[in-house]
């Protein structure tokens, strides 16, 4: 079945720019989770939806970072002004539930580049 | 604060041999416990968790965990390693009452094996 689609696959882009993102969960997820993956580190958590609730944005590092899920569905992480250390694999997740008990879902992630 | 400590970066195994990838935890509480495993370009796949109950965990592919709860660790092993398996593995823990940001990932283990 259709697993958690991201795209762009791969960003370049100058620094200075507005870069956006985006997250296709599996369909019926209401969590989605953000991360953000630098070389040789783990995974660092940016924001979490579930279903209607208000988000958890505690893992955003700045306001240049911002997110939104319409309908329940379909993610967007905007990166605004970017700058290089913003350069990281941009990972989407989802989970059938509520419950920090079930196992994420992840997508292939966005390759981001700030040149 | 939880932390996951993956003490080693690399691991390689000959194939047919058994394979253990370390990871350690600290938490105030009981734990989850996750494993999964990151081939190249792509995002993360579980392989098996620890919520509750047996201490040995059976997963995907013919992995196992256990859990020790006196060496608060949670070794990933199989008995048989396999050329496929070779990928990054990331152990992950969170308490049951945490937030959506206190899942802490390691950061990571690569397995290398060799045929």
């Known amino acids: 079945g259709a697993g958690v689609s991201q795209s762009p696959s791969n960003k370049v882009t100058e620094k200075g720019k507005d870069v956006e993102l985006r997250c296709d969960p599996i369909s019926g997820h209401t969590a989605l989770y953000w991360y953000r993956q630098s070389l040789g580190q783990g995974l660092e958590f940016l924001i979490y939806?579930?279903?209607?609730?208000?988000?958890?944005k505690s893992g955003l590092p700045s306001d240049r970072f911002s997110a939104e899920r319409t309908g329940g569905s379909v993610s967007t992480l905007t990166i605004q002004r970017t700058q290089q250390e913003d350069s990281a694999v941009y990972l989407c997740?989802?989970?059938?539930?509520?419950?920090?008990?079930?196992?994420?879902?992840f997508g292939d992630g966005t390759r981001l580049s700030i040149l | 604060a939880q932390s996951v400590a993956q003490p080693e970066d690399q691991v390689n195994v000959a194939e047919g041999n058994p394979l253990t990838v370390k990871c350690t935890y600290s938490v105030s509480g009981n734990p989850y416990l996750f494993w999964y495993v990151q081939y190249p370009n792509r995002g993360l796949q579980f392989l098996l968790k620890y919520i509750t109950g047996d201490n040995l965990v059976k997963g995907s592919y013919g992995f196992e965990a256990e859990f020790n709860k006196s060496q608060t660790s949670f070794h990933l092993k199989k008995p048989s390693a396999l050329v496929s398996d070779s990928a990054l593995y990331f152990c992950?823990?969170?308490?049951?009452?945490?937030?959506?940001?206190?899942?802490?990932f390691g950061s990571g283990t690569q397995l290398t094996v060799l045929p």
């Open positions: 992950a823990v969170r308490v049951p009452s945490g937030s959506a940001r206190q899942l802490t």
């Open positions: 939806f579930q279903g209607n609730s208000a988000p958890d």
């Open positions: 997740a989802s989970s059938p539930k509520q419950g920090f008990n079930q196992p994420q879902h």
